[in-house]
């Protein structure tokens, strides 16, 4: 079963709209000891990264994360989810990420401009053996920072300068983009992330999308 | 090169979208009958009229169309407060556009602070008048007398405006305001009614996106026609 840590940092409603449509079984965590015994961990985030952390922290989740991922437990960050997993952001200069991917968040721009809210064409740097082929893609963003790519990006968008839109480092993925607001490809794309982290529907998907 | 993004306006009263002759429909299943067609976002504009008025019910349509569209969702509405504001984000609203009244309190810095530049949206409307100096017309605020379209926009990127809904009225030619406008660091999008040809040239002088009314053309038609002039769009 699919957890999604609950701290205030993001609106769910979508994503367990997505996990309804896909047949995924999820619940919500409030804290460490309210997860699934298994199962993926996702981290989403929105806005401000500061406060968060902070309620991430207050929460025990900042501790106990990384604890999960050293014993293996799949960890899914989305958009902030995604710069809390790093090892630390521009936005938060004094404070580290939990370093659970490599690389620091940078400020998209200069000359560009942000935030970063749309449509962006997605490259693939390097194949996934249980990923699709994602080039020629479109996802969308909605973000001020972003991730530098390195060793293990697997997939960039361009928005002033490259940025790393997925990332992989054993069963922890990150990923830039919204998925489950970029239509049919970004579902189809979670629901293989998903997979990629041990997690299969429990019901049959619903045949329309949108 | 991102998309132009091309968004239908759908309009909510009481909680239901009026429909002209025939009984109002529930936002959700508008919402997906309009991403189908091939929308790249939908901005929900809260209208007066209608059964229910009130925060409580604004949340609850808010999360069943959440729950059901796969593609970002903006709410106009006349919230007053963070907290209305709050409440309509948590629900599953990606942003929120507030009006240039709102725009010009603390209510915008506070909004941004609190949610992030990323859900924080202004609609501005821009009306040609004549410049105070005699030296022929300028684009002014309507709403905020004596206000510069161009240096107001300036002023609500300086204050933390994600982005900026821009309706520009059909009196003058467009172009040149939406050439200035491309060269501040937020996205804007132009809030046409309609018309083909004010759309396409904002979109060719550097507008992000086009909003229009959802009960005309559809997304498809509207890329269908626009594609042709070379604009990146999402198929």
Known sequence: MITFIQYGGASLSTLEGAMRRMGFEHCRAGTPDQAAPEGPIVLVGAGPLDPACAALKASGWWRELPQLAADGRPVLGINLGLHILAEGSEESPRGAGLGLIPGIVRRLGPRVKVPHWGWSPVRQLRDHPLLPEIRGGWLFFAHCHALEPGSETLSIAVHGRPFSVMECRGRTVGVQAHLEKSGCFGLALLEKTLGVLGEKPRSAPAADCN | ?235
């Open chain 2, 1 to 235: 090169m991102d998309a132009k993004r091309i968004i239908p306006v759908l309009q909510v009263a009481g909680g239901l979208v009026p429909m002209p002759g025939s009984a109002p429909g529930h936002p959700a299943d508008w919402a997906c009958r309009l991403a189908l067609e091939g929308a790249d976002g939908i901005v929900f504009r809260e209208v007066p009229g209608g059964g229910r008025p009130g925060r409580e019910l604004r949340t609850e349509w808010l999360r069943e169309v959440a729950g059901s569209l796969f593609i970002p969702i903006a709410l106009e509405a006349p919230c007053t407060c963070l907290a209305e504001l709050e409440e309509a984000l948590e629900a599953g609203a990606d942003k929120v556009i507030l009006d240039a009244a709102l725009a010009a309190t603390p209510t915008l810095a506070a909004a941004v602070q609190r949610f992030g530049r990323c859900h924080v949206s202004v609609a501005v409307d821009a009306v040609a008048e004549a410049a105070p100096d005699g030296s022929g017309s300028r684009w002014a605020v309507a709403g905020r007398p004596g206000a510069e379209a161009l240096a107001w926009m300036a002023e609500l990127e300086q204050l933390g405006a994600g982005e900026i809904l821009l309706r520009v009225a059909p009196e003058a030619p467009a172009g040149a305001l939406f050439q200035k406008a491309a060269r501040l660091a937020l996205s804007v999008v132009f809030r046409c009614d309609g018309d083909p040809a004010p759309a396409a040239e904002a979109l060719l002088h550097g507008a992000d996106g086009l909003a229009f009314p959802a009960m005309g053309r559809t997304s498809a038609d509207w890329k269908s026609l626009l594609s042709p002039q070379g604009l990146a769009l999402r198929q």
